[in-house]
């Protein structure tokens, strides 16, 4: 495995909830991050406009309105999330084809176990799959 | 006349990775003509072998999705905005089930 993603555990959290929340659909989203850090920390839950067990699309009126809005706060997609919801946390041959955002961490969830989370981290580029280590942190709170 | 368009990172290669370009056309598929013409291979990205808008791809006349104004046939003005986003999409399904799914 190459490269890495570190990402705060309030986020995975959430990513998480969402997911739970839509299952047995799948859920999707976008954390965003300052253009240039590869650090998520803005996180943007979007529709599945396909509202499928076996398929997500972002809104076309959604996607344009939250990349217009990264744009101008000078951020990134830095991680595109998404589960599936029987099978594994591993990019399907429809996820390869389909990537293009060729910058973005591609973050699967799988919540085909109640009690098992299970959360990859892959780059998608050019049709090449390469799973990279995911650094859960633990955000500092000044007390 | 000139319409500003916007590039995703995914088809910078084409345009020397600028993130916006100059085009010009009345519709739609004359900017995608005319933007072909400069960066050779653009149109293949966005229109598919038998002539249409590909199902995956994203294109908007200022805050509008084409596929609301006539897709390729869309009306263009001087000072318009165009922006392309490849669509965010994928799932557990085959890719072949999904193509049927969504009737491309």
Redesign the interface.
Known sequence: MNGVLTIDRAIVDAIFAHARRDHPD?A?G?IAGPAGSDAPTRFIP?DNS?R???????D??E??RV?REMDDNDEEPVV?Y?S????EAY?????I???????AHYVLVSTREPGLDEFRSFRIVDGAVTEEKVDIVDAKVDA | MAIEVRVPTILRSYTGGSKTVEGAGDTLIGLIDDLDAKHSGFKGRLITPEGGLHRFVNIYINDEDVRFLGALDAKLNDGDSVTILPAVAGGALGFAAAAALLGR
């Open positions: 799948e999707c976008v979007m396909a499928s067990q076996t398929f997500y699309q972002f076309s009126m996607h344009l990349w595109i998404h599936h919801t029987a099978t990019p399907s041959r429809t996820d084809n389909l990537a293009g955002e060729p910058g």
